[in-house]
């Protein structure tokens, strides 16, 4: 008979997957069975470029491929084959070890798998868990200075941050609006897009830039607003406290420059005003 214990174990813990063969009768001599090796996680060996999902010791030879020979001890009424999982950092699919016993002409299969009818396989099934997270970056974004006239050398820079690793690029969708019109009263945002755009990470910087430059002309008219503001996707999560808003002018404008303002925000809501 074959069963495993426990039927799970963590990638990266202390436990591992223990089989059992038990046999009956006579234990004077020992017994050789071949064993078929299956299930989506892969044993350590040679012939693997990329190492394995786990390692197979204990009462088992040349477990390294799709079988292995499995040998009772004289004496003993029992075999063990402990699969010792490989921890690594790749978060992925939880992965199974299948041990299968098929009929012998020395042995008899004790416990044969119920389905399909009819079979003289057993089998036993352990699983090994993934215990590994995808630590996502955490995006922040602020702006300097809060505004800028309309006609003067200054722009609204707006810089995204962000943590972790910088080996990689790694680009970041961000939401615009404002009182503000592209084209007409600033320029500079990054791609095309009616309300969505996004910001590049260069590949070894923890910082993205974008510059909104204002576009000078004769209308007297009020502060006007460029927002920007980070969205939630998959590959980051957005930084806490970045929604922030100046105050317009409510004011007759003394000079027929205006200035233009930001204000920016995550996707959380809240509202905080800048004086």
């Given at each position: 008979t074959l069963a495993v214990s426990p039927a799970s174990v963590p990638e990266d813990g202390p436990s591992n997957l223990v089989f059992t063969f038990t046999r009956t009768g006579s234990t004077t001599s020992?017994?050789?069975?071949?064993?078929?090796?299956?299930?989506?996680?892969?044993?350590?060996?040679?012939?693997?470029?990329?190492?394995?999902?786990?390692?197979?010791?204990?009462?088992?030879?040349?477990?390294?491929?799709?079988?292995?020979?499995?040998?009772?001890?004289?004496?003993?009424?029992?075999?063990?084959?402990?699969?010792?999982?490989?921890?690594?950092?790749?978060?992925?699919?939880?992965?199974?070890?299948?041990?299968?016993?098929?009929?012998?002409?020395?042995?008899?299969?004790?416990?044969?798998?119920?389905?399909?009818?009819?079979?003289?396989?057993?089998?036993?099934?352990?699983?090994?868990?993934n215990d590994d997270t995808l630590a996502l970056p955490v995006i922040t974004l602020a702006v300097s200075p809060a505004s800028v006239p309309e006609d003067g050398p200054s722009n609204l820079v707006f810089t995204f941050t962000r943590t972790g690793s910088t080996t990689a690029p790694l680009s970041v969708p961000f939401g615009f609006d404002g009182m503000a019109t592209e084209a007409v009263d600033f320029t500079g945002l990054p791609g095309a897009g009616v309300t969505f755009r996004t910001v590049l990470f260069a590949a070894g910087s923890s910082s993205a830039t974008v510059v909104i430059d204002p576009v000078a002309d004769t209308d007297v008219e009020p502060d006007e607003t460029v927002a920007l503001f980070l969205t939630r996707n998959g590959r980051h999560r957005p930084g806490r406290g970045h929604r922030r808003r100046t105050r317009r002018d409510r004011g007759p404008l003394p000079h027929p420059r205006k200035q233009l303002r930001h204000r920016y925000r995550d996707a959380r809501g809240g509202d905080h005003r800048q004086r």
């Open positions: 020992a017994l050789n069975l071949l064993v078929n090796i299956g299930g989506t996680a892969f044993p350590s060996g040679p012939f693997l470029l990329t190492g394995g999902d786990y390692v197979l010791s204990g009462d088992v030879s040349g477990g390294t491929g799709t079988t292995a020979t499995v040998t009772f001890p004289a004496g003993s009424a029992t075999a063990t084959v402990i699969a010792n999982p490989t921890a690594d950092t790749n978060v992925e699919a939880d992965e199974t070890v299948v041990l299968t016993l098929p009929p012998g002409t020395t042995y008899i299969v004790g416990n044969p798998n119920p389905s399909p009818v009819g079979n003289t396989f057993a089998s036993a099934t352990g699983t090994i868990t």
